[in-house]
């Protein structure tokens, strides 16, 4: 009996022990602020605001404005805010104040003022050549999970059509498996889906976030990543990221091509690449689809971040224009789409990753809306995604209206 009642005891202590950190987990603090330039005032856009030594962080929205929510366990420690191009600020959390204006002062290098560490002076495609060649030492070779948010806006002929937000969780088995990550879709934000062009019921994808995981160059292999011979490359200037300098490097292949990179001078990793193709002279750089889709224009944006030397993606843009023809051979434009899709990551999970909560439940033949639980209002209050924008609000009010008018 004795015995029987000090397992009693011992289970009830660990159930107790077991809610109150399940409590002190979702404790927060919250930090608002507004991200600024130094000298011309603009807002800062897409800086990562993050706990020091930690993956855990957001970013700010095109106003400069953020919220960040931090895990209690964190309160006494320091917030990094970065951004390329500008010198970081770290400030105790405790010293935080409510909505705290914060102003980053840019910093830009030539060539001439920063001792790299080679003896010689690498030219801007071996500089590209190397971190290609070094891709495999400087991401993750051991599976890791992401977890960000996802933002999917789409406009025809200009007028909003589509507004999907939601959490998710990217599972890799590695970055050098070519392979498309498990994908668990955690909580749907919002979902307005109006009324389209009826080409979409038979054409459009079903799941754009398929679109993000399978266009990444790194994992993949492909784009101007490689360093063929037809693309020329220059070394702009070196700046500032984090504690680290980066080649800021622009490369072009006439006529429809551009990118930018952004590579670490110590580890040549690719820390942010923008590529972009458009069509010029009414020349477009790619034959027509079965469909009839024209791509008119495709910007491709991806930035990293670094976490126990390895890299790890912080933010996907994929930004289309689309201009949809009667048929791959007529010049009758029916209408132009442009869709918009942008990855938000704000933790980054390498250890114990069997053990870590995963639900492998996307599926990418049906829409994230249909396959969505019901909107939980208290996960969106606690979890990190950037801030809406004025704009935003009103893309989403519209699309609010158009949706109850349709349902009507």
Do not use: C
Not at 209 to 230: C, H, Q, S, T, W
Not at 314 to 333: A, C, M, R, T
Not at 379 to 386: A, E, G, H, S, V
């Amino acid at each position: 009996m004795h015995s029987t009642l000090k397992k009693i005891r011992f289970l009830l202590i660990f159930v107790f022990l077991a809610i109150y950190q399940a409590i002190a987990q979702d404790k927060q603090l919250t930090i608002t602020g507004k991200l600024r330039d130094s000298k011309s005032n603009e807002p800062l856009p897409f800086a990562s605001i993050y706990v020091k030594g930690t993956t855990i962080g957001t970013v700010s929205n095109t106003e400069g404005a953020f919220v960040f929510h931090v895990p209690e366990e964190f309160k006494k420690d320091t917030i990094v805010v970065s951004m390329i191009g500008y010198s970081s600020v770290r400030k105790a959390i405790p010293d935080f104040e409510k909505n705290e204006r914060i102003a980053l002062e840019e910093r830009i290098f030539m060539l001439n003022e920063v001792v790299v560490t080679d003896e010689k002076p690498l030219t801007a495609k071996e500089i590209v050549k190397k971190a290609y060649r070094l891709i495999p030492v400087n991401y993750p070779s051991r599976p890791y999970i992401l977890e960000g948010f996802v933002r999917d806006l789409q406009n025809e002929d200009s007028v909003y059509v589509e507004l999907l937000e939601y959490a998710i969780k990217l599972r890799y088995r590695s970055n050098t498996v070519k392979r498309e990550p498990h994908i668990e879709l955690v909580e749907l934000k919002q979902s307005y889906v109006t009324e389209k062009h009826p080409w979409n019921a038979q054409w459009e994808r079903k799941n754009s976030i398929m679109d993000l995981v399978e266009d990444d160059f790194i994992r993949f292999d492909y784009g101007p990543i490689k360093a063929k011979n037809k693309w020329k490359y220059e070394i702009e200037s070196i700046v500032p990221f984090g504690d680290k300098l980066v080649y800021k490097i622009n490369a072009i292949d006439k006529p429809f091509y551009t990118a930018q990179f952004f590579i670490d001078s110590d580890s040549y990793a690719f820390v942010r690449i923008d590529y972009s193709r458009a069509s010029r002279n009414k020349r477009y750089y790619k034959r027509r689809l079965a469909s009839g889709q024209q791509e008119k224009s495709y910007n491709l944006v991806f930035e990293y971040q670094e976490y126990r030397g390895k890299w790890y993606l912080k933010y996907q843009k994929e930004e289309d224009v689309w201009e949809i023809f009667k048929g791959p051979e007529s010049n009758k434009l029916i209408f132009t789409k442009y869709p918009k899709k942008e990855l938000f990551v704000n933790k980054v999970i390498t250890e114990a990753i069997e053990a870590y909560p995963f639900t492998n439940n996307l599926s990418p033949s049906k829409s994230v809306e249909r396959q969505a639980k019901p909107y939980n209002p208290n996960f969106w209050k606690r979890y990190n995604f950037p801030l809406q924008t004025k704009e935003q609000s009103k893309i989403e009010e519209y699309l609010r209206e158009a949706k109850i008018e349709l349902e009507e």
